[in-house]
């Protein structure tokens, strides 16, 4: 498997621009999990889905932010309009629960925004 | 609700000496947690986790980590440094059968010649 892949890698931007984030998980995972990590607030939970259906969107910061997850195997998250204050990395994660019930994850490489 | 404290924000260690990354945790219910380990421009891997079984979990790359209850810790460690271990390190807490993760602010560990 190739892991969790992340598109684009690189985003560079205009303040008020639509900005979409893609992801496709492994094969076979159920859940998915989008994370932005900045160096002044680290590595935050923004929303994650199960079988296809959010769960837990607590963590978006706004309404400019949305996600979806259409099929198993992709998602976006959707940022409109950007604002400086978005730049950020935003990681993608991936996971099943294995027989201990632990959650592990695996992440993408990460889509790296910058908003100007 | 759970989080984690990973104290000190960078360590700065000589190659062949110990390593040692702080993390407390608090949780309201049996935790599990985690380390993962960060390389420039990637994304975190897991190093290691404790889901209960035993209280000192061996990792990837010579790493492990001792759960403490009684002192609410999840130290990681490893005997000897060597210059690939330069990294980000996270550590990381979530509920027993519970899927949101909860990262620590990060420690970062730069390794000398």
């Known amino acids: 498997d190739a892991g969790v892949i992340q598109s684009p890698r690189h985003e560079v931007t205009e303040m008020g621009q639509e900005v979409t984030l893609r992801c496709k998980p492994i094969s076979g995972h159920d859940y998915l999990f989008w994370y932005r990590q900045t160096m002044m607030r680290g590595l935050e939970l923004l929303i994650y889905f199960n079988n296809n259906v959010p769960i837990d969107d607590s963590g978006m910061p706004e309404d400019r932010f949305s996600a979806k997850m259409p099929n198993a195997s992709f998602s976006t998250l959707k940022i409109q309009p950007s604002e400086p204050r978005d730049s950020a990395v935003y990681f993608c994660?991936?996971?099943?629960?294995?027989?201990?019930?632990?959650?592990?994850?695996?992440f993408g490489a990460g889509s790296r925004l910058t908003v100007l | 609700a759970q989080s984690v404290t990973q104290l000190g924000s960078h360590v700065s260690v000589s190659e062949g000496a110990l390593v040692l990354l702080r993390c407390n945790y608090s949780?309201?219910?049996?935790?599990?947690l985690f380390w993962y380990v960060q390389y420039p421009n990637q994304g975190l891997q897991l190093l290691l986790k404790?889901?209960?079984?035993?209280?000192l979990v061996k990792g990837i790359n010579g790493f492990e980590a001792e759960f403490k209850k009684s002192e609410t810790s999840f130290h990681l460690t490893k005997p000897s440094a060597h210059m690939s271990d330069a990294a980000e390190y996270f550590c990381a807490v979530s509920k027993t059968g519970g899927f949101k993760t909860i990262f620590g602010a990060g420690t970062r560990l730069f390794v000398k010649a």
């Open positions: 949780s309201s219910v049996p935790p599990y």
């Open positions: 994660a991936s996971s099943f629960m294995v027989g201990t019930g632990a959650n592990v994850l695996t």
């Open positions: 404790y889901t209960s079984a035993a209280t």
